[in-house]
């Protein structure tokens, strides 16, 4: 039972990875004045995080994704050994850092929904409510 929590939690956090390394590759791509690679990146680590959240109910496997995405984040936002920034000190790059740590942090603290109970097929509230 845990060696498939953990590697699913390997996993969940391989694909943020993924994700965070896209995102941040591509948020700052302008067109004309609009961020489109900004927003197109935010979309897609927010949807990828409520996926998990969503499919998993589980908020381990939701975290391991956001640390894989935000570790690839804090990866790349630092000076390479050739000198070169991959997110550079910009309005662009700020926005970026706290989107998908907010984006993160939201994901990870959202409340367990209550789990809705199976309603009862016809058939069997027809035959509760006539015994014959």
Do not use: F
């Amino acid at each position: 039972m845990w060696i498939s929590r953990v590697l699913s939690c390997v996993a969940a956090a391989l694909v943020g990875a993924v994700y965070g390394i896209a995102g941040t590759m591509a948020h700052s791509l302008l067109w004309g004045v609009i961020p489109v690679g900004l927003i197109i990146g935010a979309i897609a680590c927010a949807a990828l995080l409520v996926a998990v959240r969503a499919l998993t109910h589980d908020r381990l496997s939701t975290l391991a994704t956001a640390v894989g995405m935000l570790g690839m984040l804090l990866i790349m936002s630092g000076t390479g050994p050739g000198g070169s920034v991959v997110v550079p000190n910009t309005i662009y790059g700020q926005i970026w850092i706290y989107l998908v740590a907010g984006i993160s942090l939201l994901a990870v603290a959202w409340p367990a929904l209550p789990q809705r109970k199976a309603r009862e097929t016809p058939a069997r509230e027809e035959s509760a409510l006539n015994p014959s």
